[in-house]
């Protein structure tokens, strides 16, 4: 089955600096890789996602790179905010009607004011 | 405006004592999922419904069991549950399959 690995496990940033979380995942047939942000005591909610037919994805200070022959895929954050202080969540999914998505082990994201 | 529903939010039962946890939405999506998450953990799921189709994870113990009598109500059974069951669950939702899934606001569970 499909196994993805995240890192760092907990990231600190000053305000207004950049974050990256890389994931890697093993299965090449793997189509479909979203990134979930978590917040204490509530649910992951969906902050961007990536098919395999594009290597950059933009949304304000969101975007999402992948690399298809690596397998790897990254979230990058542009001028840290300390609400976005958060368990982010990366996951991919292989492109088959009867998959689920595999979830990395999160990180922990800390933006200090 | 909420879309996935997770009643109640925090539930605390008895070791061995049954409980059924509720999950509704209002999207009408087809497809409904039962994740348990554990402190400092990944979501893992435990089983899925593609309408009435249920599909259970391989490694989910008998002990959890899932009902959906209809399109936008989808429930978590736990039939004993183990101090080792205490942990957030959560319901989540997709148009299909293939599409992005939400989340609910989950349930945390204690197990006395």
């Known amino acids: 089955g499909e196994n993805v690995e995240q890192h760092p496990s907990t990231l600190s940033v000053q305000e207004g600096d950049s974050a990256v979380i890389k994931c890697t995942y093993s299965?090449?047939?793997?189509?479909?890789f979203p990134w979930y942000k978590q917040e204490l005591g509530k649910g992951p909610q969906l902050i961007i996602d990536?098919?395999?037919?594009?290597g950059e994805k933009k949304d304000q200070r969101i975007a999402v790179t992948l690399n298809k022959t690596a397998k790897h895929f990254s979230l990058h954050i542009t001028e840290t905010q300390p609400e976005d202080s958060a368990v982010y969540f990366c996951?991919?999914?292989?492109?088959?009607?009867?998959?689920?998505?595999?979830f990395g082990k999160g990180t922990m994201l800390l933006v200090s004011p | 405006d909420a879309m996935v529903i997770q009643n109640p939010r925090y539930q605390v039962t008895q070791f061995g004592k049954p409980v059924t946890l509720s999950c509704s939405q209002t999207?009408?999506?087809?497809?409904m999922y039962w994740y348990q998450q554990k402190s400092s953990q990944a979501p893992k799921l435990l089983f899925h419904?593609?309408?009435?189709?249920?599909?259970n994870e391989a490694d989910t113990p008998d002990n959890f069991q899932s009902r959906r009598p209809n399109t936008s109500f989808c429930f978590l059974d736990i039939r004993s549950p183990g101090l080792g069951d205490a942990a957030m669950y959560l319901c989540?939702?997709?148009?299909?399959?293939?599409?992005?899934?939400?989340f609910g606001p989950g349930t945390r569970l204690t197990v006395l």
């Open positions: 989540a939702t997709s148009r299909d399959k293939m599409a992005e899934q939400f």
């Open positions: 299965d090449s047939a793997s189509n479909y």
């Open positions: 990536i098919r395999s037919n594009v």
């Open positions: 996951a991919a999914r292989l492109n088959s009607g009867y998959s689920t998505l595999t």
């Open positions: 999207l009408n999506h087809n497809v």
């Open positions: 419904y593609y309408d009435k189709d249920f599909n």
